[in-house]
């Protein structure tokens, strides 16, 4: 009983606060769609601009459905941007397109921090699949007896795993967004009123990594304690 509560109130937390963040997040977004960029291009002309300007001529910028669904994808070479974002000519699409492409920028300049992290997804997918799975088996909590101190140490490695690919996605982040402020500020595509918008809407969104991160740590040392204390 006690494995359990300590797990549900770790994951209890930090679901309450990933929901308050993710709320302010929507709220920040709705508002700044509503406030219209002076210069009238949409998120997919800004998206388009800001890969020509750093001689990326190799990404394509399409639709994607979903609300916030906004990513890069590598694979493809493609900047997804969600209908409100690809057609939107306000603040917030500005923000997230240019945070998009700040990805794609990374990409083409071979940031370190994202290509570990590219190199990481495989083992990050088995792990998030299988680990937790593991990690219950370990503890004793499939019923395969009182559990096995091997298999839990295996568990938490894989849960570790996921961890660090959640810190690691953290400079990635918010690298992207400084790409993304930089170049809105000094193409002059985004004044200076609406820079704090496009400030305050990334500085949020990046919050919504910190928080899974460090939701990942807590659950990965409550996991080492478990098995600290069965040794």
């Known amino acids: 009983m006690g494995v359990y509560m300590g797990y549900y109130v770790i994951a209890g937390v930090m679901f309450l606060i990933s929901m308050l963040v993710s709320n302010k997040l929507k709220s920040k977004f709705k ?19 800001m890969l020509r300007d750093n001689g990326i001529n190799d990404v394509q910028v399409i639709s994607t459905p979903g609300f916030l669904s906004d990513h ?29 492409v700040g990805h794609a920028v990374q990409h083409a300049k071979g940031y370190a921090w994202l290509q570990m992290r590219s190199k990481m997804v495989p083992a990050v997918q088995f792990g998030s699949r ?47 967004s400084n790409r993304a402020k930089a170049w809105l500020k ?7 009123n609406e820079m704090e918008g496009v400030s305050d809407a990334l500085k949020w969104a990046a919050r919504t ?3 899974a991160a460090i939701g990942s740590l807590a659950t990965l040392l409550y996991y080492i304690m478990i098995f600290m204390n069965r040794r």
């Open 130 to 176: 299988f680990g937790q799975w593991v990690i219950l088996a370990g503890i004793g909590m499939l019923g395969f007896g009182g559990g096995n101190n091997t298999i839990l140490l295996i568990g938490i490695g894989m849960f570790a795993i996921t961890t660090l690919f959640s810190f690691i996605t953290l400079p990635v982040e918010f690298d992207a």
């Open 186 to 192: 000094n193409t002059g595509t985004a004044g200076s």
């Open 72 to 100: 890069y994808n590598p694979a493809k070479k493609t900047v997804n941007l969600s209908p409100d974002v690809f057609e939107g000519r306000s603040v917030s699409a500005a923000a997230v397109a240019a945070h998009e």
């Open 31 to 49: 508002f700044y769609s509503k406030v219209g960029l002076s210069n009238g291009l949409s998120g997919k002309e800004i998206a388009e601009k």
């Open 209 to 211: 990594y910190v928080v």
